[in-house]
């Protein structure tokens, strides 16, 4: 809404006192002199902040000379006006010297509610007096209201006549203005809201209409009217703002004709195609005109192209009833909104059936060509815009509306490509779904326009960069010739697929050798294994059978010499030492045998070993041996080697055992544990620590030795006085 001050309009005799909606316009001079001072400082900073940031702005120029940054700030406001435009949502005062916009909203309808008493718009007229803040807006800075008390009643101002400079700036947004123009269009929106398009000074501004009233301003089209309403120019994403707009509150009150349209439409000056905008002094370019000439292409209630004679051109129009190939007088608006001239907002007028001329062969090359005239020097000699063309070409790509409806097509000539537009939707037959693929030559028949750049060139001109065709329906593309089957696409892809069946071949070859290879290892390593079994398993045969035999022959040739002939006591001690020696031979021989034979590489095998020998090795020392172990064992092999480290080991404990230990009993545990075959030799003796110096510890070294090459452990724990545990560990991968 706008504020108006009651001294500086013409009203100020007016006296309205607040108790009876009639008060005393006058300021107090001191304070009048004070804001004129804070109001010109702060316009000549161009800060919108006043001068003391806690007191409200109360003029609208404060408001409006705000940076979008500063309006954020919801700086307060309060001020004193005329509503002299209103909405439901929003409305616009005037304070005497400038408008601004105040929101709204239903987000700040609670709150007026609880401070003004009510939420209901004040009618034009209105007096207010408003408590608020700042807001950015879409486009200038507006007010958001928290209070809205109203005063009285008042006139409205008179609006401005402004240049166009100032509304092309936007400057004059929400400002209360008049202009001048031709109406060239109007679109209805509802019973009472219309939208028209007025044409002034060259510049098409939107009017939008909230009360159409009694008025038929249909009726109106071609009419020159003065109309007065509130300047809102249109605004982008950027708060930029792009289009002229008037907010126009009632036609019979805002909206004067000046001059009437013509009855017929079609009593307007008629002018050939190719001088539809030529050079004249006459400044009524912007009225109606009438041309004449065939329809060669339409969509109808949209668009479609006329020509007579070698120039063609685009009517825009909401007829539903244009047909190709009709004759038709066109009365309608020149729109100069593109690089070529056009009609917009035409009526028609069927005059029969016409002649559609033959579309004219050509090229890219020749529609494209840059030579073939100057805008500054001649017409163009090959002027084709708007004219049927029959081109040929290759079918790059379709762009689909939906499932067998196409909406466009690219086609590629002369090494260069253009689009094709299918405005009718039409469905594709089955045969022309087969033969439109891409590499098909194809030949087209259409509406060809041109396209320009939007900028000058160096000599003035705007040049032709490309252009497009319309088609009427897919009948408009004929197929000449299908692409080779053997397309680069196709050619490439079986490429790629020989290729990666070359590659996949050459890795599978690759695989293959290498699985052989390792197969062959594997085989190789296990006959050798074989081998090796075979020829251990024949040692110790040889060993058993052989050697065996001997040591037994030695063995009964010492018990026969020693019962046929009397010894002396010297000789039976000898002898007594010569059989047992035989017997440790036959014993290490045993052992010999067991660890070379192939048949004893498994886990129980060596436990069995074990217990075996302790229990046979304490039982002459007189030691109890207690032996705890699984009954069952694990399907597992160890190596020869690792049988022999380990045996050794717990020999050797069990001989220290036997020396040093003094003990009556050991406990021999074997087991499984965390998957670690484990052996622990525990006595009841002495001790390792009380016989250390007696007997060194060569024989521990030799035990830590032996179980560190096969990967294993050894541990003494020394009990004192309750005799040593050996603990021996071994890895079961090993």
């Given at each position: ?5 009651m001294?500086?309009s013409p ?14 316009s ?12 804070i109001l010109?400082?702060?316009?000549q ?5 006043q001068?003391v940031?806690?007191e ?7 408001i409006?000379v705000?940076s ?8 307060p ?9 209103q ?6 005062i ?12 239903s987000?700040?309808?609670q ?17 207010v007096?408003?408590?608020g803040?700042t ?7 507006i ?13 409205l101002p ?10 092309l700036s ?18 209805p ?10 044409m ?38 950027r ?25 017929d ?11 539809l905008l030529p050079f004249?002094p006459?400044?009524?370019r ?13 969509v ?11 120039t063609?051109v ?17 009365a ?15 009526q ?7 002649a ?18 100057s805008?500054?020097?001649?017409a ?12 040929r ?5 379709i762009?689909?509306?939906?499932e ?19 405005p ?7 045969a022309?779904?087969n033969?439109?693929?891409?590499g098909?030559e ?5 509406i ?15 040049p032709l ?13 004929q197929?000449?010739k ?8 196709r ?21 293959l ?6 197969q ?13 079994q075979?020829e ?5 045969q040889d ?25 002396s006591?010297?000789a039976?001690?000898?002898?007594a ?10 014993t ?6 067991w660890?070379?034979n192939?048949?004893?590489d ?6 069995e070993?074990i ?12 030691i109890a041996?207690?032996?705890e172990?699984?009954i ?21 404990a ?9 003990a ?8 499984i544990n ?6 622990e030799?525990?006595?009841n003796?002495?001790g390792f ?5 007696a007997?060194?510890?060569?024989g ?29 560990t ?5």
């Amino acid at each position: 809404m706008f504020v108006h001050d009651m001294n500086m309009s013409p009203a100020a005799g007016l006296r309205i006192d607040r108790k009876n909606a009639v008060r005393d316009s006058r300021w107090e001079p001191m304070n009048r002199l004070v804001l004129i001072f804070i109001l010109l400082q702060a316009i000549q900073s161009g800060n919108a902040v006043q001068a003391v940031s806690q007191e409200p702005i109360t003029r609208v120029a404060g408001i409006r000379v705000l940076s979008r940054e500063d309006a954020a700030k919801a700086l307060p406001v309060r001020l004193e006006g005329v509503v002299i435009w209103q909405v439901k949502d929003a409305m616009v005062i005037w304070d005497g010297e400038k408008s601004v916009w105040v929101a709204w909203s239903s987000a700040n309808q609670q709150q007026l509610k609880k401070t003004s008493g009510s939420v209901d718009m004040p009618t034009l007229g209105t007096f207010v007096e408003i408590e608020g803040c700042t807001a950015p807006g879409g486009y200038a800075p507006i007010i958001i209201p928290k209070a809205i008390r109203r005063i009285g009643m008042m006139d409205l101002p008179k609006a401005a006549v402004v240049p166009m400079e100032r509304l092309l700036s936007g400057c004059e947004d929400a400002q209360l203005i008049e202009l001048e123009g031709v109406l060239q269009q109007v679109e209805p929106r509802s019973p009472s809201k219309h939208s028209m398009f007025l044409m002034v000074d060259g510049h098409s501004c939107r009017l939008h209409v909230e009360n159409a009233g009694g008025m038929e301003l249909s009726k109106l089209v071609d009419a020159r009217i003065k109309v007065r309403g509130i300047f809102s120019p249109d605004a982008n994403i950027r708060s930029e703002g792009i289009g002229l707009k008037l907010m126009v509150s009632d036609a019979e009150r805002d909206i004067d004709v000046i001059e009437p349209p013509p009855r017929d439409p079609f009593a307007a000056p008629r002018v050939a195609l190719n001088l539809l905008l030529p050079f004249s002094p006459d400044a009524g370019r912007y009225r109606r005109k009438v041309v004449s000439g065939v329809v060669t292409f339409a969509v109808p209630g949209w668009f479609f192209f006329l020509q007579g004679g070698k120039t063609s051109v685009r009517v825009n129009s909401p007829d539903r009833d244009v047909r190709a190939g009709r004759q038709v007088d066109v009365a309608g608006f020149v729109n100069t909104s593109h690089t070529f001239a056009s009609l917009g907002n035409a009526q028609v007028r069927d005059l029969g059936p016409g002649a559609l001329p033959a579309p004219v062969a050509t090229t890219v090359a020749k529609l494209l060509d840059p030579s073939a005239g100057s805008g500054l020097r001649k017409a163009r000699s090959n002027d084709l815009s708007g004219q049927l063309v029959t081109i040929r070409g290759t079918l790059l790509r379709i762009e689909w509306k939906r499932e067998n409806v196409p909406a466009a097509v690219r086609i590629g000539s002369d090494d260069r490509t253009f689009p094709a537009f299918f405005p009718i939707e039409q469905e594709l037959k089955e045969a022309e779904v087969n033969s439109w693929v891409p590499g098909a030559e194809v030949e087209l028949t259409g509406i060809a326009e041109y396209d320009f750049e939007k900028e000058r060139n160096a000599s003035g001109e705007y040049p032709l960069v490309a252009f497009h065709l319309w088609l009427t329906g897919p009948s408009a593309i004929q197929v000449l010739k299908l692409p080779s089957w053997w397309t680069p696409a196709r050619l490439g892809t079986a490429l790629a697929v020989s290729g990666g069946a070359l590659i996949l071949l050459l890795a599978w070859t690759w695989t293959l050798r290498h699985r052989v290879k390792a197969q062959t290892a594997i085989i190789s390593g296990q006959i050798q294994r074989e081998a090796v079994q075979d020829e251990r398993a024949r040692i110790a045969q040889d060993m058993h059978d052989e050697v065996g035999a001997r040591l037994s022959q030695i063995a009964i040739l010492q018990d026969i010499f020693a019962r046929d002939h009397p010894q002396s006591e010297p000789a039976r001690e000898d002898l007594a030492r010569l059989a047992a020696g035989t017997q440790e031979a036959v014993t290490a021989l045993d052992e010999a045998v067991w660890t070379v034979n192939p048949q004893n590489d498994t886990l129980a095998s060596m436990a069995e070993f074990i217990a075996h020998h302790a229990s046979s090795y304490l039982e002459p020392a007189e030691i109890a041996c207690r032996i705890e172990m699984p009954i069952e064992w694990p399907a597992l092999d160890v190596r020869s080697q690792t049988r022999h480290e380990l045996v050794c080991a717990c020999k050797e404990a069990l001989q220290n055992v036997v020396k040093h230990s003094k003990a009556s009993e050991v406990t021999l545990s074997m087991g499984i544990n965390n998957k670690e075959f484990f052996v622990e030799v525990a006595d009841n003796g002495c001790g390792f620590a009380q016989d250390a110096a007696a007997h060194g510890c060569d024989g521990l070294n030799n035990m830590k030795a032996r179980l560190r090459r096969i990967g294993g452990t050894c541990d003494i724990a020394d009990r004192i006085p309750t005799g040593t545990t050996v603990s021996v560990t071994l890895p079961l991968h090993t």
